[in-house]
T-cell receptor, first 114, second 118 residues
Framework: DAGVIQSPRHEVTEMGQEVTLRCKPI?????LFWYRQTMMRGLELLIY????????DSGMPEDRFSAKMPNASFSTLKIQPSEPRDSAVYFC????????????FGPGTRLTVT | AQTVTQSQPEMSVQEAETVTLSCTYD???????LFWYKQPPSRQMILVIR??????QNATENRFSVNFQKAAKSFSLKISDSQLGDAAMYFC???????????????FGKGTKLSVKP
């Protein structure tokens, strides 16, 4: 199994630009989570999906952030327009909501907004 | 709301020695899951070990074991025979058993940075 795949691994963009982060969960997993990691706030949940449906987006900081999951094997997190304070590492994680509860993380995308 | 506290921002251990990382949590739930994740410099979050609250037996995975004290709401990680590759940030995390509402996500502590001296 390839694990959770995220792209790009690094993204540098200028303030005001649109940024799209991508995630492919582990095949068969029915939950997908987007987390953000910063020095100040640590790891925090942004949004999560169950069977492609958003369940809780209360962690999405502003309307500039949006996430979609058009099918079971793909999700995007979009920031438009981006701001310097969005600089962070963004993780995607997936899990199977049956009998196991572990979440498996992707390698993360390090976003730098200048 | 549940909270997770790791009171040791940094720890250091000599290679081949044993080290214990502390974690406490606050919850009103009786059933839940606890995890330890490792984040090396590569920043990949790696699951180390998990514990179900309804199990009294402490979880063990090779050199990693936990001391789960439910009444005290304590969940420490013990690393035996420490190796250089164990150097990383370690995060304690809590998860409710239900996926309804906002209970599906992991709640993380701030982490403990472990250094291993050769």
């Amino acid at each position: 199994d390839a694990g959770v795949i995220q792209s790009p691994r690094h993204e540098v963009t200028e303030m005001g630009q649109e940024v799209t982060l991508r995630c492919k969960p582990i095949s068969g997993h029915d939950y997908l989570f987007w987390y953000r990691q910063t020095m100040m706030r640590g790891l925090e949940l942004l949004i999560y999906f169950n069977n492609n449906v958003p369940i809780d987006d209360s962690g999405m900081p502003e309307d500039r952030f949006s996430a979609k999951m058009p099918n079971a094997s793909f999700s995007t997190l979009k920031i438009q327009p981006s701001e310097p304070r969005d600089s962070a590492v963004y993780f995607c994680a997936s899990s199977f909501g049956g009998t196991t509860y572990e979440q498996y993380f992707g390698p993360g995308t390090r976003l730098t907004v200048t | 709301a549940q909270t997770v506290t790791q009171s040791q921002p940094e720890m250091s251990v000599q290679e081949a020695e044993t080290v214990t990382l502390s974690c406490t949590y606050d919850t009103s739930e009786s059933d839940y899951y606890l995890f330890w994740y490792k984040q090396p410099p590569s920043r990949q979050m790696i699951l180390v070990i998990r514990q179900e609250a309804y199990k009294q037996q402490n979880a063990t995975e090779n050199r990693f074991s936990v001391n789960f004290q439910k009444a005290a709401k304590s969940f420490s990680l013990k690393i035996s025979d420490s190796q250089l590759g164990d150097a990383a940030m370690y995060f304690c995390a809590y998860r409710s058993p239900n996926y309804g509402g906002s209970q599906g996500n992991l709640i993380f502590g701030k982490g403990t940075k472990l250094s291993v001296k050769p």
